[in-house]
């Protein structure tokens, strides 16, 4: 699989919108290659360079196996039409929360997986609960990596 995002290239900088400093909305996102027997995707992002540790930034699962793309803007609740289910992130919230670093550049890690099986998890999950549940069930997996620095 090949995870992409429109508004920023692999390795280079997230635009303002997506993080605290603008509108805090998610990016948009696309990939290719989804091995055959995918049932659903699960998404992670997060920011590995935290002070306190990997901070989680999005945690997302259901994402129908036949999707390409997460348009920008995903709105920010547990259940979307599409079956996509959303978790808490690190704010504490339901949905995604953009680069925020307190200091510096910090490396954001968008993580795409190809499940073999849909996922039963409530609206409180977290990203160690979706991973504990993912165990022996990833087909493939994605990354795209970009970076931020607060001005």
């Known amino acids: 699989m090949e995870l992409k995002s429109s508004a920023f290239e692999a390795g280079g ?9 603008g509108q805090d909305v998610s990016p948009p996102l696309s990939w290719s290659d989804v091995p055959n027997g995918a049932k659903s ?3 992670i992002a997060d ?7 990997t901070w989680v930034h999005w945690v997302a699962w259901n994402i129908p196996a ?6 920008a803007h995903v709105p920010k609740r547990d259940s979307l039409p599409n079956g996509m289910k959303q978790g808490t992130s690190d704010f504490r919230r339901v949905g995604y929360g953009g680069p925020c670093p307190p200091s510096g550049t910090h490396r954001y890690f968008f993580k795409l ?7 039963t998890l409530p609206p409180s999950t977290t990203k160690k609960d979706l991973e504990n549940v993912m165990q022996g069930h990833i087909l ?6 970009g970076n931020y620095t607060r001005k």
């Open 13 to 21: 900088m997230i635009p303002k919108q997506y993080t605290c400093d």
């Open 41 to 43: 995707l699960a998404l």
């Open 47 to 53: 920011d590995p360079d935290a002070p306190i540790g």
């Open 66 to 71: 036949t999707a390409r793309v997460l348009e």
């Open 113 to 119: 997986y190809a499940l073999d099986s849909a996922v």
């Open 140 to 145: 493939q997996q994605a990354e795209l990596m």
